[in-house]
């Protein structure tokens, strides 16, 4: 595999090799139901009961045996409240007061609503029918014994969260967040709140889109902030930060300039490089490499490159250490407007989306067309348009994949 960037992978091969890398993916921990929001569940959930247990009255009324509505009058025996353990039995023209939520009591098998029917003096006048089983939740409407509810894998939203909480699931099995250092390097580059001494500088951008971008994928972020092009320094903060981290992610110094170290780092450091080089445009410049089970990505330092390149090959490792099925969802949808692709590689470009009628549209309203470094094009709910290697001019009306960004 080249070293000098001049050659290249293809986008669909660097995707393959980065799928076939193995991953620590069996690391979890119980975490309390409440803190279980964001995390990613490394536990089928099986419901260990029918939900409801016994058919349940859905609305305020009284239980009666279907056949006994022809009587036009019944006995009211009493009431049975939500939450009572009713244990009377029905007879032939009884009915028992049967609230929204309550058992239905033995021998019935309907409900008929309050607002169906006149009380007076311990007994009902039936005004208006109902169907065999009205206001009746039966047994295992909600899900049975055994279903599995929520599949190993799933990243533990509202939804999730509740129907847990109905499951008694006190305790979570959650994937450990895996942990990802992020490292902006670059001389000309100031961390946030840094004094500038020369208008040359740059504020660093980079680490912190990078940080919230893994934190949102479920990553632990190690924040280690910038550091200037000098070989040594840098060699050993990586050294370091592999200790610890599982992913180490570095921005800048990965081109072809006098003062871009780090790939030259990577090897140093008995790291494997997986492959540097790869038929994309933002991030051509990309190096993965390997050292045991940890991961160094070094990404190109343009900031719309190295955000691109996170989101193709950081957020892979990061759901496959957590399990996850998919890092991101990629949708087809239609151009709203001519594409003209740029280079000869696999090219990512900042879009809107718009769902019309159930379909997804794409267009560049308020898109710049520029170099690598306009990080504003990711605004405003932006997704990423993927135009493969061999497409060149896309005639509005061409569907294209797109990535969706708004959730991982
Ligand atoms: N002669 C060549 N020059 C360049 C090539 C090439 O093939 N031959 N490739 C270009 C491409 S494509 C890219 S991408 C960049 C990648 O270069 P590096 O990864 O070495 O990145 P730097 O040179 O350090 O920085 C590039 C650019 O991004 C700005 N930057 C850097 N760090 C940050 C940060 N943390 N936050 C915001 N912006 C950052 C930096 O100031 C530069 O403007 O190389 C091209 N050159
Ligand atoms: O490889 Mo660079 O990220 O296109 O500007």
């Given at each position: 595999?080249?070293?000098?960037?001049?050659?290249?992978?293809?986008?669909?091969?660097?995707?393959?090799?980065?799928?076939?890398?193995?991953?620590?993916?069996?690391?979890?921990?119980?975490?309390?139901?409440?803190?279980?929001?964001?995390?990613?569940?490394?536990?089928?959930?099986?419901?260990?009961?029918?939900?409801?247990?016994f058919?349940t009255a859905s609305m305020d009324g009284y239980a009666?045996?279907?056949?006994?509505?022809?009587?036009?009058?019944?006995?009211v025996l009493g009431d049975n409240p939500a939450g009572h353990d009713e244990t009377r039995?029905?007879?032939?023209?009884?009915s028992i007061k049967t609230f929204t939520g309550s058992m239905m009591p033995?021998?019935s098998?309907?409900l008929?609503q309050i607002?169906?029917?006149?009380?007076?003096?311990?007994?009902?006048?039936?005004?208006?029918?109902?169907?065999?089983?009205?206001a009746?939740?039966?047994?295992?409407?909600?899900?049975?014994?055994?279903?599995?509810?929520?599949?190993?894998?799933?990243?533990?939203?509202?939804?999730?969260?509740?129907?847990?909480?109905?499951?008694?699931?006190?305790?979570?099995?959650?994937?450990?967040?895996?942990?990802?250092?992020?490292?902006?390097?670059?001389?000309?580059?100031?961390?946030?709140?840094?004094?500038?001494?020369?208008?040359?500088?740059?504020?660093?951008?980079?680490?912190?889109?990078?940080?919230?971008?893994?934190?949102?994928?479920?990553?632990?972020?190690?924040?280690?902030?910038?550091?200037?092009?000098?070989?040594?320094?840098?060699?050993?903060?990586?050294?370091?930060?592999?200790?610890?981290?599982?992913?180490?992610?570095?921005?800048?110094?990965?081109?072809?300039?006098?003062?871009?170290?780090?790939?030259?780092?990577?090897?140093?450091?008995?790291?494997?490089?997986?492959?540097?080089?790869?038929?994309?445009?933002?991030?051509?410049?990309?190096?993965?490499?390997?050292?045991?089970?940890?991961?160094?990505?070094?990404?190109?330092?343009?900031?719309?490159?190295?955000?691109?390149?996170?989101?193709?090959?950081?957020?892979?490792?990061?759901?496959?250490?957590?399990?996850?099925?998919?890092?991101?969802?990629?949708?087809?949808?239609?151009?709203?407007?001519?594409?003209?692709?740029?280079?000869?590689?696999?090219?990512?470009?900042?879009?809107?989306?718009?769902?019309?009628?159930?379909?997804?549209?794409?267009?560049?309203?308020?898109?710049?067309?520029?170099?690598?470094?306009?990080?504003?094009?990711?605004?405003?709910?932006?997704?990423?348009?993927?135009?493969?290697?061999?497409?060149?001019?896309?005639?509005?009306?061409?569907?294209?994949?797109?990535?969706?960004?708004?959730?991982?």
């Amino acid at each position: 595999m080249s070293i000098t960037g001049t050659d290249f992978i293809s986008f669909e091969t660097s995707q393959n090799m980065l799928e076939l890398l193995q991953v620590n993916n069996h690391r979890y921990e119980r975490v309390p139901l409440s803190d279980a929001l964001g995390r990613v569940l490394a536990q089928d959930i099986v419901a260990e009961f029918n939900d409801p247990q016994f058919p349940t009255a859905s609305m305020d009324g009284y239980a009666v045996r279907h056949e006994d509505l022809q009587k036009g009058e019944l006995i009211v025996l009493g009431d049975n409240p939500a939450g009572h353990d009713e244990t009377r039995v029905l007879s032939e023209g009884e009915s028992i007061k049967t609230f929204t939520g309550s058992m239905m009591p033995a021998g019935s098998d309907t409900l008929i609503q309050i607002e169906n029917v006149t009380y007076n003096n311990g007994k009902i006048t039936i005004n208006e029918p109902v169907e065999r089983a009205n206001a009746v939740r039966p047994v295992g409407e909600g899900y049975a014994a055994g279903d599995v509810l929520i599949k190993k894998g799933t990243k533990i939203g509202f939804a999730e969260i509740g129907v847990m909480a109905g499951l008694n699931q006190v305790m979570v099995k959650v994937a450990l967040r895996p942990r990802v250092a992020v490292i902006a390097t670059g001389s000309e580059i100031l961390d946030l709140g840094e004094n500038s001494d020369n208008l040359a500088q740059i504020r660093s951008s980079n680490n912190y889109t990078l940080a919230a971008l893994f934190e949102q994928a479920g990553a632990e972020v190690i924040q280690l902030g910038t550091a200037p092009d000098d070989r040594d320094a840098i060699m050993r903060t990586f050294e370091n930060a592999l200790e610890s981290a599982d992913i180490l992610v570095s921005t800048g110094g990965v081109s072809v300039g006098d003062y871009d170290f780090v790939k030259d780092i990577i090897p140093r450091l008995g790291a494997e490089v997986v492959y540097k080089g790869v038929g994309i445009k933002p991030g051509r410049h990309i190096l993965v490499a390997q050292r045991a089970n940890k991961f160094i990505l070094a990404l190109p330092g343009f900031a719309y490159s190295s955000t691109v390149t996170a989101i193709l090959y950081a957020l892979p490792l990061i759901a496959k250490m957590l399990g996850k099925k998919a890092p991101f969802k990629t949708v087809a949808a239609k151009l709203q407007e001519d594409f003209t692709k740029r280079s000869r590689f696999t090219e990512f470009t900042a879009c809107n989306i718009v769902v019309e009628d159930g379909e997804y549209f794409v267009n560049f309203t308020g898109k710049k067309v520029g170099s690598s470094a306009i990080l504003t094009n990711m605004l405003d709910n932006s997704a990423l348009m993927i135009a493969g290697e061999d497409d060149k001019f896309l005639e509005a009306g061409t569907y294209v994949n797109v990535i969706l960004l708004e959730s991982f």
